[in-house]
């Protein structure tokens, strides 16, 4: 049987060192202790330190950052080698003290040197492991013998358990910076092993190495490239931006570590800070270069020892037979065979290649567990079913509409803020511009008195608008003067309201005298909270507002008509048609009309009597001035740029009926918007998605949207399975659930606002609720069934 023997050393070189050894076999069981000293060494460390200088300066190529290729004299390797056999003999001299020889001794005794052995050195001086130990002639006598380096002060790891689910060996390679070195060689070596899965990872951002770490469950994490041990601390270089510690990746690997990492190979330079910082995270093995590597020598390594463990070998003794193999290359790079160092949790069961694919318990799964497999899959199916139907029913009776909303404007609101359409100008009638009417002794018959209008018209016509809409009612005739004005501007628009029984509203006819042409209807689609989401573009007319189509798409047909005549645009604006299914086409556009359950609403069945599509919004509203500015302003050039070939609206901005909310508001009485900019805003959103593409809202079939919600009923149905099965492993049942739900909703999140940047609205509660109902009916029914 396989024995382990710990070696606990605890002092420094300038003391001396107490040496405690005990040896167990590989089931734990006690083999005897035995306790000795080893001398001060300070000449030994100096030795130690000062070959490792001459090391470093040979120059070779190493996977060191920045390390270059320069020319190695022969008297430089001769002076390397001479104190590197002083530096063995210094060694030999000091584990021969007389009070080491007990423990020499009684080793020898206790050990067979055919038996596979296991030899722990713990301690917290890092130069104690940087000594050549596998030039002890125990070692040396001992051909199945190699020392591991662990700490004294190292967590416990729990067991190493062989899944019976697995044939393969799952490895994450890590290709780092690979400035003057290469990388490749070793991925080349890493495809040839069998029975494994490889991902490799390219000089990858840190945030994918985290993800995949974080992900997915492995076996063997390596790493290829630059690396180094500086101030105790190691750090790798993953790219040639990022620069990394163990702490760096502190939760992740811990992660990692609990979801069954065994294993981790740098097969780079001076890696005892790396095996340190992983060792306090209780990863069980790590394999690393105690010194600078030279990349040569590194893929020889690799290829070695993969080889040895792969075809049977234990850990430790693969790593010694590839470490002894590099000696055929000391000629060439002196002293390779004292890089590789395997550390080791003093815990830890080291595994056999076997293991890691779970060969050894594939039969384990008998046809009871098979068959309560799939009877909790059947349980799985029923649960999510059951949540989706109550779901299904909720949304259909237009119990989630109102929360469905709200995250809407939620999402739509945190958009990166678009830039303000410069198409349109928005003259504003306030208060003070009321009072400044009566002020100029203008007669008034509301908050716009003719004679103002006359000369505002007046004022801005020499700057050719392309088109003037009065957002004020004005329900008598216009006076003379301001007559002869609007009957010779075919650009002029002024407004009327459609009665509406529903929602109480009168309605209002145009100024006596304008055209239909010259006429488009205010009525607004307000929802039931009060915010205005959706834009009706036209409905049947009545008695008194003859006219179908909506303001704003009357504005914006004007302004489309107009760059066509002025030859700016092509005529594939022109002209508009109704497609075969009732959709309004503009050029190649084409406006979805919105039923009375589209996307998350649940609307009475009178609002198909219009024409309606969903606001997109810009955060910033439309250019504003107001009358009194526009009045006296007198510079050309000012009233040149902000009215030349513009959409011009009047309205009136003071405290009247005229304010609404939309999704900007935030339920803030104070932030509700004068329905000037609502039009204002609507006929920005109907030029912009005609001329420069901006996208349309857009709503997803309602089967698509139900198989939306079944999806996530089933993903809830399987986290809930997946949650159950941790907890009877006694898992932290709260974290279990909590991290679960979490990522899962916050996936879900991502998709559906994702998908609102591109234009497309899908329901957002009656999936999350889904998911949650599947989730837990399932965790309470297989946790119910012991499955």
Known sequence: MAKLVVFKLDGDFAEGFRVDVEIFFEDK???????????????????LETWQLEYRSLGNSTRIKGKKVIFTSSNARSKLNLWGEQLKKKFHRWLRAESFQDINLWLREKLDPQESIRMLLCTNNQKVHQLPWNQWDFVQSYPRV????????????????????KSQVRILAIFGSSHQINVEQDLKILTT???????????????????????ECWDLVFFAGHSETIAGQGIIYLNEQDVLTITDLEYTLQTAIAKGLQLAIFNSCDGLGLAYALGQLALPQIIVMREPIIDAVAHKFLDYFLAEYSNGQPLHLATRKARERLQAWERKYPFSSWLPVLYQNQSATPPLWSELTGAKNTQRITKRRISDRHDGRNVLIVVSAIAFCLVWFAQAMGWLQAAELKNYDRALSLRPAEARDERI????????????????GMTMRGSLADEALAKLLTKIEPYAPVAIASDIIHDFAYSPQLSQITDKKSNFVAICRVANAESNLANIEPPPGITKTQTGFTNIAIDNDGVIRRHILGMSPDTKCQSDMSLSLRMALKYLDHLVTAKKENQTIYPRRFTENGYLEIGKIIFPKIEFDSGAYQLPKTEN???????????LPPQTITLRQILAETSAQKLSNSIKEKIIFIGVKSHNNDLHYTLYSKGQQSARVPGVLIHAQATSQIISAVLDRRKLIRWLPNQLESLWMAIWGLIGSAVGGICSDLLFKKYNSLLVIVVAIFCSLTILYVSYFSLLLFGYWLPLVAPALAFILAASGSLFLTRSNKY
């Open 146 to 165: 190699e020392i591991a380096l662990s700490r004294l002060d190292v967590a416990k790891v729990s067991p190493f358990v062989v899944s019976p689910q």
């Open 29 to 47: 069981s006690f083999g005897g202790r035995k306790s000795g000293e080893l001398p001060s060494a300070l000449e030994l460390l100096q030795y």
């Open 193 to 215: 092993l069998q029975n494994t899965y490889l991902e490799p990872l390219i000089e990858p951002q840190r945030e994918v190495l985290y993800d995949r770490l974080w992900s």
């Open 609 to 619: 009597r219009s024409y309606q599509i969903l606001f997109n919004y810009r955060a």
């Open 425 to 440: 100008l928005v003259i504003t009638v306030d208060d003070r511009d009321i009072k400044y009417q009566s002020q100029q």
